[in-house]
């Protein structure tokens, strides 16, 4: 069995495509072709199958890839372990994050430890921040929980926040000192798109408690739900550590219901060994 022909039919079964596949290991996409072609030749199966106009992985294939998984896990393992002496002076890290409020100060202890590390940020929802992690568009996720069960992952619990409620200083509500889960769901509320967690986890502790949000106003970002409440056109749902207060609110916590986010820190488990990865993960440990 030939490496190239096991690291081309990896990449493909990774990426789900011949194209980004080939750009992931940097090789022409013929020669990634005839490298998973020879691979199946040689042993007369097939791991791949057209669908549409793109690849669907077979299920021998599907088998093959759980242990090639195993097999560049280990290999990444044995990397981290022959460089474990040297000190992280130099590299690159890429961090997706479902708001900045959660990420910014873990990454600015990261910066204080190894300033010799480029780091690249992106923010959008949960929902956009896994997509990105799963294509390796970014190293690791700051985001709530992943599915336990999915081997692709490895998470960490980052810190646990709640969900409030805020107003402007002219509503009536504002000299309150808390709401319920139904004077809400009979007011307009203000919350971000779908895919948002935020939303997802006000939403159903709603349809738990019984109740129908009778009026909701939708805004694509915590900048323009801010602005939106500040100008009286609803109340804001948000969670705490991202609401920054000033004269112009007033925050009302929402009682009957566990509205906690827990924020993890994600990564695909075949790359948890690299050093710049391992790093941060260690940092909450040494935390907890």
């Known amino acids: 069995m030939i490496y190239s022909q096991i690291r081309a039919f990896h990449a493909v079964a990774s990426h789900g495509s011949y194209t980004r596949a080939a750009a992931a290991l940097n090789v022409s996409q013929p020669t990634l072709s005839s490298q998973v072609k020879a691979l199946e030749t040689s042993y007369d199966v097939q791991l791949f199958v057209p669908a549409g106009r793109g690849i ?15 097999q560049f896990r280990l290999e990444a393992e044995a990397e981290l372990l022959l460089s474990a002496t040297r000190s992280l002076k130099a590299g690159f890290l890429r961090i997706g994050a479902d708001s900045p409020y959660h990420a910014l ?9 190894y300033p010799g590390i480029d780091i690249s940020m992106i923010f959008g929802n949960s929902r956009e921040t896994m997509a990105d992690l ?19 992952l490895i ?3 980052l810190l646990a926040d709640r969900l409030v409620a805020f107003v402007p200083v002219t ?45 909701v106003f ?11 409440v500040v100008e009286g056109l609803g109340i804001g749902v948000v969670s705490e550590a ?26 695909l488990s075949e790359c948890a060994p690299q050093r710049t990865i391992k790093a941060l993960f260690d ?3 040494v935390e907890d």
């Open 56 to 70: 669907e992985i077979t299920p021998l294939g599907r088998q093959l890839h759980a242990i090639t998984q195993k």
């Open 105 to 113: 100060p873990l990454v600015a202890r990261y910066r204080e430890h």
């Open 134 to 152: 799963l294509a390796r568009r970014i190293d690791v996720a700051i985001v709530p929980p992943p599915p336990q069960d999915d081997p692709r």
């Open 155 to 157: 998470s960490r619990l």
């Open 171 to 215: 509503h009536k509500w504002a000299k309150r000192r808390g709401v319920t889960l139904k004077q809400l769901a009979g007011a307009r509320i203000i919350l971000r798109e779908q895919g948002s967690t935020t939303r997802a986890v006000f939403e159903a502790a709603v349809a738990d408690a019984g109740f129908t949000l009778q009026d």
């Open 218 to 228: 939708e805004i694509g970002s915590r900048e323009a739900v801010r602005a939106a």
């Open 242 to 267: 991202e609401l920054i207060l000033d004269g112009n609110i007033r925050v009302l916590p929402i009682s009957g219901a566990d509205l906690r986010v827990p924020e993890h820190l994600v990564c």
């Open 283 to 285: 940092m909450i440990e």
